[in-house]
Nanobody, 126 residues
Framework: QVQLVESGGGLVQAGDSLRLSCAAS????????MAWFRQAPGKERELVAA????????YYADSAKGRFTISRDNAKNTVNLQMNSLKPEDTAVYYC???????????????????WGQGTQVTVSS
């Protein structure tokens, strides 16, 4: 049974940093591309960052470039999202996603064939 459990969300002020973590179990972690999506109230779920199986290929949404860093540890079955210089517009529920196909995440986004975590709330106050 695939499980993705996010942690690290919370309430911070603009300019602060947060590190989200996702612990994966129930499948061969190293065989899956991983990603972070987010969904703000009243908005569509959007792709924030993605990383391929080996960690050698990364994708960032324009809103995340220069501020967020995605990383993975295949030995520990974890994927992280380091978020710096947070802005109020980063407020959202952040979801950890696992997919066998890195391209599917990039091109089909929220409609990709993937496993989803339950999400963790990030709130950035101004």
């Amino acid at each position: 049974q695939v499980q993705l459990v996010e942690s690290g969300g919370g309430l911070v002020q603009a300019g602060d940093s947060l590190r989200l973590s996702c612990a994966a179990s129930g499948y061969t972690f190293s065989m899956y591309a991983m990603a972070w999506f987010r969904q703000a109230p009243g908005k569509e779920r959007e792709l924030v960052a993605a990383i391929n199986r080996s960690g050698g290929t990364l994708y960032y949404a324009d809103s995340a470039k220069g501020r967020f860093t995605i990383s993975r540890d295949n030995a520990k079955n974890t994927v992280n999202l380091q978020m710096n210089s947070l802005k109020p517009e980063d407020t959202a529920v952040y979801y950890c996603v696992a997919s066998l196909d890195y391209s599917d995440i990039l091109y089909r986004r929220k409609d990709a064939n993937a496993y989803w975590g339950q999400g963790t709330q990030v709130t950035v106050s101004s």
